[in-house]
């Protein structure tokens, strides 16, 4: 009757089959899956109890559905297994293909094991094939690679018998059929959870997206995106209205720029090291109309982990008012606050920058200097050597029109400067190194007051004559005034690139380059001639005088002695001419 009826049954076994693998692919999370794969072994393979235990991360497997009975499904879903368990369960008992089952005359061992498991007494089996309820059987479930995703337990087939040729066949087919149908909702859960966690990362780069723009486009200073790399370093690709309207340019118009077309040519040095290193600069940057504005320049270079620097973050800052407070402050610093003219600082610091410790000596005469290249000795007594090389103090000197020498080139022509030891006094700038290629012009004095050609730096020293019996007669307020109009005068009467400072009271010195002895001369006599004419002030006119004492500076004194001789020559200058004589009237 059995093998009757067996084409019956495998008809019946795969329609059923074949509607409950349908309802699998129904499903549209993960739990639904699993709940599903319990619910069709019970309606549609014969069993009266199922569970799926799953695969945890960790390794062990949860009890993750059950169907069947809902004492037993309150009792034992959410309980975990250990993996040995599990591994142990797999490799007793009867292999049945893809299935395991384990008879109850040897799943007594298990009773006490971690397994969540369920299970009621009864009678032993009448007949051989008779289902006990301590016999187990289970249908691993492995995915595309092999590894296990979890194990379908059944109990109780409603025929009471353990199930045949078909049956096992069908459950094995359908354990098949529920691992992709698990594997499937797995990635659709991981899809829907990344898709859900991109949005959230979209949602957080749009609002920081949003923050950045708003920063930087209200910022109150200046901002810009520069691009880094390529043929277009340093382009500007965006910039914000602050730094359009500190440089008087619109937006599109600057995105033909870069920062190095708009910086001032003394400060591209500082632009392209800043843009290298990234950090902070001041500098001065071009305006529309021409004029340049002082800026600070706060770079941060945004790079890509994978493609390197992207582009320069740049922060502008208008620091032009800052700027002319400091040049005020430095300029009240270094000049009179009366007549604007430099102080007595800052006409040292002038004058001692042209100095330094190593004095010039006397010129050696030609036959001097061909029996020092002969007899092996310089023309000063120093150490054996041929000519044209370092002297005693490491430098070579050849002489220069205008009376200055060069260190580290050899003369051209017989004569030929040496060099003492270094002086040490205050003020003095440091001495050039002991290299042979120092390149320190030499300051030098004409030899005496004739003119023989010699151009040197003219340091002339005025003293008014008459100045005080103007201030104690007249007051301080018409003093001013006449000091004022003097320091004017001076200004007007030398060349731009003279110096007139004023000392204190009424002195006044004079710092004019390239001179020779009767231009000096004649310098002072201008000088004198401008300041005689009568100073009008409050309505009347005054007179003065002015004494000139020139000095020459020369390397190897300092600025006071360069100074104080000049003071020395004015007085006596000013002894030699009566009193009557010294006033203009």
């Not at 169907?67 to 007793?92: F, H, N, Q």
């Not at 340019?249 to 995105?255: C, F, I, M, N, Q």
């Not at 102080?343 to 061909?370: D, F, K, T």
């Not at 205008?402 to 040496?418: C, K, L, T, V």
Request: net charge negative; proline share 5%.
């Amino acid at each position: 009757m059995e093998t009757e009826s067996e084409p019956y049954v495998r008809l019946a076994t795969l329609r059923q089959l074949h509607r409950v693998v349908a309802d699998l692919n129904t499903a549209r999370s993960l739990a639904d899956t699993l709940q599903t794969v319990v619910d069709g072994i019970v309606v549609g393979l014969g069993y009266e109890l199922a569970c799926v235990n799953l695969v945890r991360p960790d390794g062990d497997l949860v009890v993750a559905a059950f169907a069947g009975d809902p004492a037993a499904e309150a009792l034992i879903t959410g309980r975990v297994g250990s993996r040995a368990s599990w591994e142990r369960r797999l490799t007793m008992g009867e292999c049945w293909d893809g299935l395991r089952f384990i008879p109850h005359t040897e799943g007594w061992v298990l009773l006490e094991d971690d397994v969540p498991q369920w299970h009621t007494d009864g009678p032993d089996p009448r007949f051989e094939d008779e289902w006990h309820p301590e016999d187990r059987l289970y249908a691993p479930m492995y995915a595309s690679g092999g590894e296990l995703l979890g194990v379908i337990s059944v109990d109780r087939p409603r025929n009471g018998r353990r199930p045949g040729a078909w049956g096992r066949e069908a459950l094995q087919m359908y354990a098949f059929q529920a691992a992709i149908a698990i594997s499937n909702a797995r990635l659709r859960a991981n899809m829907q959870r990344a898709l859900v966690r991109l949005e959230r990362e979209q949602q957080a780069l749009r609002a920081s997206e949003e923050s950045f723009r708003q920063a930087f486009e209200y910022a109150p200073s200046g901002m810009a995106i520069a691009e880094m790399g390529g043929d277009q370093h340093g382009r500007l690709l965006r910039t914000n209205d602050a730094l359009c309207r500190l440089l008087g340019r619109p937006a599109s118009v600057l995105r033909r720029y870069s920062f190095s077309d708009l910086v001032h040519p003394e400060d591209i040095g500082t632009l392209l090291r800043t843009s290298a290193e990234g950090g902070r600069a001041e500098l001065r940057l071009g305006r529309r109309d021409g004029t340049y504005v002082w800026v600070s320049l706060r770079n941060s270079v945004v790079a890509d982990a994978a493609d390197g620097p992207r582009f320069l973050l740049t922060h502008v800052e208008d620091i032009e008012e800052r700027k002319r407070h400091e040049l005020q402050l430095a300029h009240r610093a270094s000049h009179d606050s009366l007549t604007g003219l430099p102080n007595s600082a800052e006409l040292r610091a002038r004058l001692g920058a042209r100095l330094c410790r190593r004095p010039q000596s006397a010129r050696a005469s030609a036959i001097e200097a061909l029996d020092a290249a002969f007899e092996g000795r310089d023309a000063h007594g120093g150490q054996p050597g041929r000519a044209g090389q370092a002297g005693p103090d490491g430098y070579e000197v050849r002489a220069e029109a205008g009376g200055a020498g060069e260190h580290g080139f050899q003369s051209d022509g017989p004569d030929r400067y040496g060099a003492a030891d270094p002086f040490d006094f205050p003020g003095a700038p440091a001495a050039p190194s002991d290299g042979p290629y120092d390149h320190h012009v030499h300051t030098v004095a004409p030899a005496t007051d004739v003119d023989d050609g010699t151009k040197g730096l003219a340091v002339l020293f005025c003293d008014l004559d008459g100045f005080k019996s103007i201030n104690d007669r007249f007051g301080h307020h018409t003093g001013d005034a006449v000091l004022i109009e003097v320091a004017r005068r001076l200004t007007t009467g030398v060349r731009d690139g003279d110096t007139v400072a004023r000392l204190g009271g009424d002195e006044f010195v004079v710092l004019a380059d390239g001179l020779g002895a009767a231009d000096a001369a004649d310098l002072a006599v201008r000088l004198r001639n401008a300041i005689i004419p009568p100073i009008r002030v409050d309505g009347r006119a005054v007179r003065v005088g002015a004494s000139f004492g020139i000095g020459w500076a020369s390397c190897g004194m300092s600025a006071d002695e360069v100074l104080r001789s000049a003071d020395q020559r004015m007085y006596i200058e000013k002894r030699s001419r009566s009193k009557a004589h010294r006033r203009a009237g």
